[in-house]
């Protein structure tokens, strides 16, 4: 055999091996397993216990955070600076989230304005869908206990500087806030923050969200 033919065997040879070990060690990405795994450094944040007021009246607990994904959101109705694009996010994330476990909670900060008829009719203006979109109220300590408390964020304060003019002809204080979607998973852990104005950074969320919940469907 000559030394030419020879290099040409061996050369085949190992490149075969090599081929064989990469499928018999090479492991499926699991995309869901991934999904549902929090970000760095998210296990520092936490959900602590909390009881708010839907937009039908109905008590709403931590509890129901549980056993779903939900994707969590600071606002109030008459926000005109980054409430409204927030919002519009957030409802293109609910209805490219059709049809999946993804469920949809947003806190108003505006406890003084914000009742639950408040709530319905800014659910009514811009087209939520209630059946998954809860939109809730509490008192100011509990709103700033769960963003500082347990978010790490920044308390939500009233900025005098900044005045709102209100459908009933008196005004308001605009109320600085968090802008991110918190990504909340099934055991009630924090597996990302999303910046809510951003739009790429919404779809990120949005295809991240979905995977998470065909993985977690599986597993029921």
Known sequence: MSMTRALVIITVAAALIATAAMVLFARPVDSGAMALAPDPNMDLLSIPEFEVTTQDGETYTRDELLGQLTILDFFFTHCPFICPPMSQNMLRAQRALANTDVQ?????????????????????????????????????????????????????????????????????????????????????????LTNGLNRAEVDVLIDRARQASTALTSRR
């Open 104 to 192: 949809f909670l947003s806190i108003s900060v505006d406890p003084e304005h914000d009742t639950p008829e408040r709530l319905k009719e800014y659910a009514r203006e811009i087209g939520a869908d209630t059946s998954t979109w809860t939109f809730t109220t509490t008192d100011r300590e509990t709103v700033n206990r769960i963003l500082r408390d347990g978010l790490l964020l920044a308390s939500s304060q009233p900025n005098p500087e900044q005045v709102i003019n209100l459908p009933s002809g008196t005004t308001m204080s605009n109320i600085t806030h968090p802008s991110h979607f918190i990504l909340v998973g099934p055991d009630g852990d924090i597996l990302s």
